[in-house]
């Protein structure tokens, strides 16, 4: 269970002048010391996007797992109200960063490395919101070094998903939406006890938002900047309802979310857990050609 530091992360973020010094201050206080931060200014406030990185057993010999926290920021209002639903993904990643600080040495329970990095707005006071490109965001969210990526973030806008809880995409690669891990739903139905709820990824959802098509929304973005596997991972409704001015999800919620991407964390850096086919994915791009120009804005002809 995740619920003692889902509700110490829940505390911290509630503040209305919260920033990512008093996140680095916090996780000091518990003996973790190496929080990086990197600050993006732009017209209406500032961005820090926040880093953390832990070792399991095996150091560099295994492959690391990038878990990616998403903000809807371009729908957050300056923050009067504290914390609000469009921020989840920023809730769960540091609430799993926390678990892994609370592990402490416990390197049994890690066997790879983890990079987590999640992104916090400061808005100037007479902006009502902060806007920086989806694009601009998951390039400083997804490093070079991530071998898998787990995106988590907000899908409450939605009448295609009809389910409260916490759904995720199929694989995506290179521009391909590949068939669901069959490996990720044995873990979602232990972790939560329930059937999985698959959350309906389109083409149009791992092209880049600077197309302006549609957009389920941008928790399926950091697969438009690199060539890792990615997995979104959403926290749902429902009924579709708009995040901005409503309190986040359930802590239950949040729980199963953090143990779900921990566990596959575990699996995949122990090499337990199969994210697609190499054979079958290899035999696609040989049939029908690379995807990988759907990363780009637009074809190149």
């Known amino acids: 269970m995740a619920r003692e530091q889902i509700i110490e992360i829940v505390d911290l973020l509630d503040q209305p002048d919260v920033d990512a010094e008093d996140v680095r201050a916090f996780f000091g206080s518990r003996g973790y010391d190496a929080v990086e931060i990197e600050t993006t200014e732009t017209e209406s406030g500032l961005v ?4 953390f990185e832990f070792h399991g057993s095996n150091g560099g010999e295994s492959p690391t797992t990038g878990i990616v926290g ?10 009067q109200k504290g914390i609000s639903s469009y921020e989840c993904g ?54 070079p070094t991530m071998d898998f990526v787990l995106s988590l973030g907000t899908v409450r806008d939605s009448r295609t998903n009809n389910s409260a809880g916490v759904a ?77 001015d409503i309190s986040p999800v359930s802590a239950e919620e949040i729980d199963t979310a953090v143990r779900f991407v921990l566990e596959a964390t575990k699996a995949y850096t122990s090499g337990c857990l199969k994210l697609f086919d190499p054979e079958e994915f290899d035999r696609l791009v040989r049939l029908y050609g690379t995807m990988s120009y759907l990363q780009a804005p637009r074809r190149v002809r």
């Open 48 to 51: 820090d996007f926040l880093s």
């Open 70 to 79: 998403l903000s809807e920021m371009d729908l957050i209002e300056c923050k």
């Open 90 to 143: 920023v809730l769960a990643t540091l609430s799993a960063a926390l678990v892994l600080v609370d592990m402490g040495e416990d390197e049994s329970n890690l066997y790879g490395n983890v990079l987590l990095k999640t992104e916090m707005v400061r808005p100037k006071l007479d902006a009502g919101k902060v806007w920086l490109a989806v694009e601009s965001r998951c390039e400083r969210l997804v490093d």
């Open 168 to 244: 995720f995409s199929p694989t995506i690669k290179d521009g391909w939406v590949l068939p669901v891990s069959e490996d990720l739903v044995s873990i979602k139905n232990e972790v939560a006890s329930c059937p999985t709820a698959v959350l309906p990824v389109t083409t149009q959802d791992i092209t880049p938002y600077a197309n302006e098509l549609y957009h389920l929304s941008c928790v399926t973005q950091p697969a438009t900047v690199t060539d890792a596997p990615v997995v979104a991972i959403a926290f749902t409704s429902g009924t579709r309802v708009a995040g901005k």
